[in-house]
């Protein structure tokens, strides 16, 4: 297992951004695939978004569609999540999640939690009314 970080959570008001990113410790990692997950008090973790092996495809939820982008770095192998016009909907632990082996296409967007096997310990993003 490869352990993730996330950094960039915290408060922001309503309509503000914040930027997630998440490295992993080794820094040698290549996933074939990487994604945000969120949950909020009281409910399920739910995707937020989720990048292919090869970047050519991205997924949304229907919720953050317009408002968040996830991309990567991979010279730094990092991965973030812009999220612009935030709500106090957005209010959830955001964890990042890697897939370390091959299973589908490497156009394929993981969007499911069983899919990754590499997680982060989360971060907090707060937004206030």
């Known amino acids: 297992q490869v352990q993730l970080v996330e950094s960039g959570g915290g408060l922001a008001q309503a309509g503000g951004s914040l930027t997630l990113s998440c490295a992993p410790t080794d820094r040698t990692f290549v996933s074939y695939g990487m994604g945000w997950f969120r949950q909020a008090p009281g409910k399920e973790r739910e995707i937020v978004a989720a990048?292919?092996?090869?970047?050519?495809?991205?997924y949304y939820t229907d919720s953050v569609k317009g408002r968040f982008t996830i991309s990567r770095d991979s010279g730094k192998n990092t991965l973030d999540l812009q999220m612009n016009s935030l709500t106090p909907d957005d209010t959830a632990v955001y964890s990042c999640a890697a897939r370390s082996f091959p299973d589908y296409s490497q156009s394929y967007t993981y969007i499911r939690p069983n899919d990754y096997d590499s997680w982060g310990q989360g971060t907090q993003v707060t937004v206030s009314s």
């Open positions: 990048i292919s092996w090869s970047g050519d495809n991205k």
